[in-house]
């Protein structure tokens, strides 16, 4: 434009070319030398997640310094990919708190990463856009769902009665305790420490394991035995059935609770995936949010390997485990899950009618793979007491109606 105003000549198109020449060269020096400081701050409601439900997420920035005006906000998280027409609009004031609200419907289970913040800036009076991120992220957990299986009243009435034997035991013996290893999901309160020293590593006491009745449960964590297994979108295996059977495991581990049992989850090899105690829930839901298909604290039975082995089956201590296929391996490593004159329950848990299953990527289904219903044939010929159930079935339901909490 200066270049044709000279030539033509035309002192109004010099005068606006070298105009526009000099605003923006002021806007890069302004982009240059004013640097936005924004700090973030997060704030969930409810505090912790639960799978297939909904959280909003509160943002809170706030400009120390050379940002303002308005911009457009969006939250990376760690379950799926955010997409830039979900930013939300704010107006920024240098010194002051800006807030805006995100809702995150249908959570999955897990650890997740909230965060960072992408900001969208507008400045120079609608000239310059900036693109910045904002430094920071939060992590949500978000547990399993917990369904209300009715023991009401007489389970909190059972609780309280073990709370008292408890705190019985609790009191005496502390000159000659019977105490444990530490295992994930411990109270810190049963930390005995005088042991702790002597072991040199963190012992518990477990006086009370002779008062509190106890119960187990069993969940397979092998994604080759759920057959609607596929990659989710972090890379590791998903199951929508193996997600119901972890809301079933809750469930139980829950009410079970509610009466003052003691409850350990674990592999049909032994490991254990969590343990829940009458006084710590929270404890046994997040233990439980970590949990993945493939998990490497399972006892691989053809690889030999090892993990974290819970503690022998107690005598008359009921078992229940959700199952799916299973190896020939598994099944018969399941019954050493449980003591003489123990009750036995398997749920064995099929993928809602209408699934068609693959054999999995890369080959077939190995020798001793075997489905649901011969799982459930070969358990029923071991002795045990076997509920069959689809993931599309109400859990509610199913454990009220087969009877699991009464065995």
Do not use: C, N
Request: no cysteine; proline share 7%; glycine share 12%.
């Amino acid at each position: 434009m200066i270049v044709l105003g000279t030539i033509l000549p035309a002192p109004a198109l010099v005068f606006a070319g070298t105009t526009l020449v000099v605003l923006v060269v002021a806007v890069l020096v302004s982009l240059l030398l004013r640097r936005p400081r924004l700090v973030v701050t997060r704030r969930f409601s409810p505090d912790r997640g639960v799978a297939g439900w909904s959280v909003d997420e509160t943002v809170t920035l706030t400009a120390t310094g050379g940002a303002a005006g308005t911009m457009g906000i969006r939250d990376d998280v760690g379950w799926r990919r955010t997409r830039p027409s979900e930013a939300v609009g704010i107006a920024l004031v240098p010194g002051r708190a800006s807030s805006a609200v995100f809702r995150h419907d249908g959570l999955p289970r897990g650890r997740h990463r909230v965060g960072p913040l992408h900001v969208d800036l507008i400045e120079s009076f609608g000239v310059a856009r900036r693109r910045v991120v904002a430094p920071g992220v939060a992590e949500l957990i978000v547990v399993p769902e917990v369904h209300e299986l009715g023991g009401g009243a007489e389970s909190r009435a059972l609780g309280d009665g073990a709370r008292r034997q408890r705190e019985q035991s609790l009191a005496g013996g502390d000159d000659d305790p019977v105490t444990r290893q530490y295992r994930r999901g411990d109270p810190m309160r049963r930390v005995h420490w005088k042991a702790s020293a002597r072991h040199d590593e963190l012992m518990v006491r477990q006086e009370e394991q002779h008062g509190l009745p106890s119960a187990r449960l069993v969940l397979a964590v092998a994604a080759d035995g759920w057959s609607d297994s596929h990659p989710g979108p972090d890379g590791r295996s998903a199951s929508e059935a193996f997600e119901w059977a972890v809301s079933v495991v809750a469930s139980l581990g829950v009410e079970s609770g509610r009466s003052g049992s003691v409850t350990q989850v674990t592999t049909p090899a032994g490991d254990l995936l969590a343990r829940h105690d009458p006084d710590s829930p929270s404890a046994y839901l997040e233990a439980l949010a970590d949990l993945a298909l493939d998990d490497l604290r399972r006892i691989d039975l053809r690889a030999g390997g090892a993990g974290v082995v819970a503690a022998p089956p107690a005598p008359r201590e009921p078992v229940v485990a959700v199952v799916s296929g299973l190896r020939a391996a598994e099944i018969e490593a399941l019954g050493r899950s449980r003591a003489v004159g123990s009750s036995a329950v398997a749920l064995v848990v099929s993928p809602p009618l209408g699934f068609r299953e693959t054999s999995p990527v890369g080959g077939e289904r190995a020798d001793d793979d075997l489905g649901p219903d011969d799982v459930a044939d070969a358990l029923r010929e071991a002795g045990w007491r076997v509920v069959t159930a689809t993931s599309g079935d109400p859990v509610s339901d199913v454990v009220v109606g087969a009877g699991l909490l009464h065995d």
